[in-house]
């Protein structure tokens, strides 16, 4: 065993070598430990670290009066304003009216109004765009039929019940 | 009276019932505002994580699916989600106050002597948690602290059980070497 797999093992599975996964390994590890001050101070470490997060367990947290009495207070809140979200939503909406937002907003107007204003300047008329845009339509439908009738050909041949069922949901 | 499970108070709550979401709160505000301040390291920040989670709580208790997780995980993915955002909030305009005040206080159930004692521990405990990236703080608090398995805790990080247990131990890694380091100054000091 080197450094690096003792300190893996030590991560994965704790100070207490009795959990580590396989026996060799447990036997290994204390071999390791008796020559290695590295990895001596390592698992020193990680016992004491376990022992804080037992003691932090143990130690009985309590939410302050205030957040209680404010937690507390919610649902009447929340009728007084017509079951709307008070909190969050006043919260909200005051910050992207006032601050940062406006700036990236104006930041993207600008280049959709520089387009716009090129267009028009390009001369580029309503009825070119409604003219390609039926082209457009017609070399999609025809690409999307005969995809769809050779698709249904190749699957047909492979699985001729298919086709059965295919005349079936046709009636 | 009746005891109610926290599915059935929470199926009242749909229907926006004060009375079972004052019983939830004083079920489970205990435990959401110690992961809420451990996480993020400050009382203010915690007051508010767990306010906007109960408030998310009421407006949105039908997104919460009986049976899918149990309700303690949906209220920590709840607070979770609140925190990153948070997080991100802070990130994008102005530098994190979090984990500036740092003075914990030990409860105070236990006596004096023990309290200092009790003391020193938590303030260590919190000052090495500093230490640690917010992923992985969060993994360690939910399993070691909050006591949620891999699989709950995989559920409130939306991360899959292999990710969850690689980030606990890089998480574990990352606060011993935190707890060395300390070490090594207060030796060089």
Redesign the interface.
């Known amino acids: 065993m080197n450094i690096d797999q003792f ?2 093992n ?3 599975f ?1 100070a207490d070598l009795d959990q580590w996964s396989g026996p060799l390994e447990r036997k290994e590890a204390r071999a390791f430990l008796l020559q290695s001050l590295e990895a001596r ?2 698992l020193e ?2 016992q ?3 022992a ?2 037992i ?3 143990q ?6 009066k ?3 009495d ?3 207070k ?3 809140a ?2 007084n304003n017509d ?1 709307a ?4 939503a006043a919260n909200r909406a005051t910050s992207w009216m006032a601050r ?1 937002h406006w700036p990236t907003a104006i930041a993207a107007a600008i280049p959709l109004l520089v387009s716009f204003a090129a267009g028009i300047g390009f001369g580029l008329q309503p009825s070119d765009l409604a003219e390609s845009a039926v082209e457009y339509a017609d070399i999609n439908s025809w690409v999307y039929a005969d995809s769809l009738t050779q698709n249904t050909i190749e699957f047909s041949a492979f699985f001729p019940a298919a086709q059965e069922g295919s005349d079936n949901d046709a009636t | 009276m009746t005891y109610l499970s926290d599915d059935q108070l929470m199926l009242k709550v749909v229907s926006h019932c004060a009375g079972s979401f004052t019983e939830l709160v004083s079920r489970h505000v205990d435990a959401l505002h110690a992961y809420a301040y451990r996480l993020s390291g400050s009382s203010s920040t915690a007051d508010d994580l767990v306010q906007e989670t109960w408030v998310k709580v009421w407006t949105h208790a039908g997104s919460y699916k009986v049976g899918k997780v149990k309700l303690s995980t949906w209220l920590h993915t709840v607070l979770h989600n609140k925190f990153i955002d948070h997080v991100r909030k802070q990130r994008k305009f102005s530098r994190s106050e979090d984990y500036a005040d740092l003075a914990l206080q030990a409860p105070a159930s236990f006596e004096p002597e023990q309290q200092s004692q009790q003391q020193d521990g938590i303030n260590e405990f919190a000052q090495l948690l500093a230490q640690v990236p917010d992923n992985q703080r969060a993994a360690l608090l939910l399993v070691h602290r909050q006591g949620f398995s891999i699989s709950e805790t995989a559920e409130i990080l939306d991360l899959s059980s292999t990710a969850t247990q690689s980030l606990l131990a890089r998480g574990r890694r990352a606060i011993r070497s935190a707890d060395i380091n300390l070490r090594r100054e207060t030796h060089e000091h």
Request: aromatic share 2%.
């Open positions: 300190l893996t030590l991560d994965s704790g101070q390592a470490s990680t004491k670290l376990e804080l997060f003691r932090e367990t130690s009985s947290h309590k939410a302050p205030h957040v209680l404010a937690v507390n919610i649902p009447q929340h009728a079951n979200p008070v909190h969050l940062e």
